[in-house]
T-cell receptor
Framework: AQSVTQLDSQVPVFEEAPVELRCNYS??????LFWYVQYPNQGLQLLLK??????LVKGINGFEAEFNKSQTSFHLRKPSVHISDTAEYFC???????????FGPGTRLSVLP | DTAVSQTPKYLVTQMGNDKSIKCEQN?????MYWYKQDSKKFLKIMFS???????INETVPNRFSPKSPDKAHLNLHINSLELGDSAVYFC??????????????FGQGTRLTVV
């Protein structure tokens, strides 16, 4: 079984500052990794995903994430945030054979003016 | 065109009632899911169907019964609603892929409030 940890439940950051949202996972098999964003009163939207290959993946809205197998991490970064990035961010894993997506508890990113 | 659509978006009902939430996807996906998001935003899988067959059935009270009339639809029926059922319920779909390397697409959610 897989599990996902997002250590920071809330991250406040000033506009135009860089941000990193942390994600660690545990699994006994190879996994695929995802970051989703949820804006208020909306569904989840995919930001980016890691399937294989280059460990640095780029997504929408200027976000990127780096897969680190030895540290079982998949941290999300953005060099300069905007007010509009204020949302809940979820890290998720899916194993090679399973159909299920296991989500972390989420990180609330608040961008301050 | 909405890829994964759920109805209704909001549902307020009294304890003890029976209600249904409908979900439809027009992406041609084989797999559909129901997730529950509690007040702390935690997302938990409830059910998953693949080509109309139940493949994941997490520990959920048997008052919750999913129904998949075809692979484009997955409805959720809830009997004898309780206060603790209040949450946001998300439907999602993904293509069937043996290697699991595809993402899930989510609906906008149904906010269920039991009073």
């Amino acid at each position: 079984a897989q599990s996902v940890t997002q250590l920071d439940s809330q991250v406040p950051v000033f506009e135009e500052a860089p941000v990193e949202l942390r994600c660690n996972y545990s699994s006994s098999v190879s996994v695929y990794l995802f970051w989703y964003v949820q804006y208020p009163n909306q569904g989840l939207q995919l930001l980016l995903k890691y399937l294989s290959g280059s460990t640095l993946v780029k997504g929408i809205n200027g976000f990127e994430a780096e897969f680190n197998k030895s540290q079982t991490s998949f941290h999300l970064r953005k060099p300069s945030v905007h007010i509009s990035d204020t949302a809940e961010y979820f890290c998720a894993v899916r194993d090679n054979y399973g159909q299920n997506f296991v989500f972390g508890p989420g990180t609330r990113l608040s961008v301050l003016p | 065109d909405t890829a994964v659509s759920q109805t209704p978006k909001y549902l307020v009902t009294q304890m003890g009632n029976d209600k249904s939430i409908k979900c439809e996807q027009n992406l041609g996906h084989d797999t559909m899911y129901w997730y529950k998001q509690d007040s702390k935003k935690f997302l938990k899988i409830m059910f998953s169907y693949n080509n109309k067959e139940l493949i994941i059935n997490e520990t959920v009270p048997n008052r919750f019964s999913p129904k998949s009339p075809d692979k484009a639809h997955l409805n959720l029926h809830i009997n004898s609603l309780e206060l603790g059922d209040s949450a946001v319920y998300f439907c999602a779909s993904s293509p069937q892929n043996t290697y699991g390397n595809t993402e899930a697409f989510f609906g906008q959610g149904t906010r269920l409030t039991v009073v």
